[in-house]
């Protein structure tokens, strides 16, 4: 008898020395755990959603006294406030940059990538994510095109500044503005990683809700939050590809001479070759991912809070079904 | 106000570390967060429930607040035909909006502190009722479905209308980085092939020298209109995408290079007129009043007074199109037809333009 204890918890303790062997690199770096994974969402979607805020109280501030010399912009902005007064160019750089980063980086990623990770294992009964390395893989991607988009801001003719939808030619011809030389070239390339990331993510919570539930935990029993997940990664995975489509047609137009959003333009005293292409191609490819975005943004916020108000007031939610339908 | 800004960044910073830190403890065990204190009690739940209807009472406070002290930046009344429509669509949809915001609004903070917390009180368990779930959402679809059938798609389809005029006047509005031209299309009324293409010299709009449409085409840097006469935009960009904006008259029409977009309003208020309504003496008075005492501090610390303000209709660009987008406009004046012919026959024609080059 005791020997057989023995055996059993030196094989317990050989099992336990093989798979748990965790250092604090693979316990707090390169984790496959959905909940510290969720944590790293939240922290680096908290870090850029400050400085999106940052980038609108400074854009406030322009607006307030406009065109008026101001000691906070001379030390934040360097040369691009000469003498303390903003330059336009940069103002337009910051409504880009704060407009990217808050729907993207803070309302996207920093949103689902967080309380999908965290909750939706939890709320359906799964051990963990359905590929834990791929999870892995999509946070560092994410904090790969933050990290890109944040140096963007530190190139020598500044960051992209064609606004956030990025329209061609503002975004394609470098010579339209300033942000659309090396700033715009690191926007494309953030965003296209952005969108992998985004990509694998959604994925793996589609997934995730398909095949990891519980004995028991049928569709129809799924809590309501994880329902808005479920399907806000179904909305990510149809429109995100028409986005980096959009980013490559752009990125050829841009490099390579293409001519898909670009005709008969003059600029600077000269004719460029490009003929036949239009902007309103890039509109439409745009907004097939744009109008999808604000349902990514809203609908993980609508499963949360109907599940937050039905539980503090001892209710179940009211009409399940009909908001499943909704959603 | 800048060192308010400051102090406020810092808080939302000091906010977030203390929300990670809670996180982080809620995260790790049960027992250490449930102390006696974290629980609440009647009188938390009272004074929550009470919280709830003092924000509602607020919000409304604020937006009625709102709505009666910033009348002055509402857009004045419409000085085109259509514009008319257009508003009293917007003013339906705001009236719709705000019954069922109020509604919604208060029933939820009013159960809020209805059903507050308190010992022994029980929930009533009640999860479905198809009855009312269908009442509820076939009301909005059907509201929804008639704003966007009466209200939107008709006026869109004969707003955007362009040939439904009779004898309507072709202008042609013409964007580059950062200003605007107009192309009158002369005695033909027709306007003559153009590309950028055709670029040089004095021909800055690229109308093409061979095309005999071209020949008696106007380049102006105002917006004339004779008032009541229906008008259709031509609109054309030399080098990114620009919006044509023009509030006043209800208009906006993306400008987009490479092609040719139109729009077609018909202007009813002269520049005069609209500049003597009550609204708008009533504004430029206030702006001026403003002007005079910032005048005053600039002249004691020696520098130039401001010119007094005097109101005009304008054309500006309302798409991102680069460093001076934000300056980039044109003064629209509507005037009677007698004096809008008067003014047309000061401009140059394409081909005296042409001829004056070679000179
Ligand atoms: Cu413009």
């Known amino acids: 008898m005791g020997q057989v204890i023995a055996a059993a918890t030196e094989h317990g303790h050989d099992d336990g020395h093989h798979h748990h062997k965790e250092t604090f690199v693979t316990k707090y770096i390169f984790s496959t755990d959905h909940k510290m994974i969720a944590k790293q969402y939240l922290i680096t979607g908290l870090i850029m959603g400050a400085i999106g805020i940052l980038m609108s109280v400074l854009m406030r501030m322009q607006i307030a006294n406009p065109e008026q010399p101001n000691v906070i912009f001379e030390a934040l902005l360097g040369k691009w406030a000469p003498g303390g007064v903003m330059d336009p160019n940069i103002y337009l750089a910051l409504v880009t940059i704060h407009g990217t980063i808050m729907v993207f980086f803070v309302l996207t990623a920093g949103l689902s990538g967080t309380f999908s990770n965290f909750l939706i294992p939890l709320q359906i009964g799964a051990r963990d994510m359905a590929s834990g390395f791929l999870n892995m893989v999509s946070y560092w991607l994410f904090f790969l095109s933050s990290a890109i988009m944040i140096s963007s801001l530190f190139v020598e003719l500044g960051p992209a500044a064609a606004g956030w939808t990025i329209y061609p030619p503002l975004s394609a011809v470098a010579k339209a503005m300033p942000g659309s030389g090396m700033g715009m070239t690191l926007w494309l390339v953030s965003m296209a990683i952005f969108i992998a990331s985004s990509l694998l993510g959604s994925l793996n919570y589609v997934v995730t809700v398909i095949n990891m539930r519980t004995k028991g935990m049928s569709m129809t029993r799924l809590p309501l939050t994880i329902w808005a997940f479920f399907v806000t990664a179904i909305i990510g995975v149809v429109s995100f590809p028409v986005l980096f489509a959009a980013a490559l047609l752009l990125i050829m137009d841009r490099s390579f001479g293409t001519s898909f959003f670009l005709s008969d333009i003059y600029i600077k005293g000269e004719v460029l070759a490009h003929q036949g292409g239009s902007p309103v191609l890039f509109e439409h490819l745009f907004w097939f991912l744009g109008h999808p975005e604000v349902y990514i943004v809203l609908l993980p916020a609508l499963g949360i809070t109907s599940e937050i108000i039905a539980t503090n007031s001892r209710k179940p939610i009211f009409g399940y079904r009909a908001m499943v339908a909704l959603f | ?359």
């Open chain 2, 1 to 359: 106000m800048t060192a308010f800004l400051i102090i406020l960044i810092a808080a939302l910073f000091v906010i977030a570390l203390w929300q990670i830190s809670k996180i982080v403890q809620l995260g790790k065990s049960p027992e250490a967060s449930s102390a006696d204190g974290e629980i609440a009690n009647d009188a938390d739940n009272d004074r929550q429930g009470k919280y709830m209807l003092y924000f509602v009472i607020a919000m409304y406070v604020m937006m009625i607040a709102c709505f009666i002290g910033y009348q002055d930046f509402f857009l004045p009344d419409a000085a085109s035909e259509h514009g008319a429509e257009y508003d009293s669509l917007l003013i339906l949809t705001t009236v719709v909006i705000m019954i069922v915001q109020f509604l919604t609004q208060a029933l939820l903070h009013w159960f809020s502190y209805k059903y507050r917390g308190k010992k022994g009180q029980k929930a009533l368990f009640y999860a479905d009722n198809d009855r009312l779930e269908f009442i509820w959402t076939a009301i909005p679809v059907v509201v929804l479905a008639g704003l966007i059938l009466w209200g939107g798609l008709f006026s869109w389809n004969d707003i955007m209308d362009v040939d439904k005029h009779e004898d309507p006047l072709v202008v042609e509005v013409y964007a580059y980085q950062f200003g605007w031209k107009v192309r009158y299309s002369g005695v033909d009324n027709t306007l003559g092939d153009a590309n950028v293409r055709f670029i040089e010299g004095s021909n800055i709009l690229g109308i093409d020298p061979t095309d005999a449409d071209g020949k008696d085409d106007m380049v102006a840097t105002e917006l004339h209109l004779p008032v009541n006469r229906p008008v259709v935009f031509n609109f054309r960009s030399q080098d990114v995408l620009h919006s044509a904006y023009m509030p006043h008259f209800r208009a906006q029409m993306n400008v987009v290079p490479g092609m040719v977009t139109k729009f077609s309003f018909t202007p009813t208020v002269t520049s005069e007129d609209y500049k003597s309504t009550e609204f708008m003496t009533e504004k430029v008075r206030k702006i001026n009043e403003i002007r005079r005492q910032k005048s005053k501090e600039l002249e004691a610390s020696g520098d130039v007074a401001l010119d007094p303000y005097e109101f005009e209709y304008y054309l500006l660009c309302n798409k991102i199109c680069g460093a001076s987008h934000y300056n980039m406009q044109m003064k629209i004046v509507v005037e009677s037809e007698e004096d809008y012919n008067k003014w047309l026959e000061t401009q140059t024609t394409f081909e005296t333009t042409l001829a004056n080059a070679e000179n």
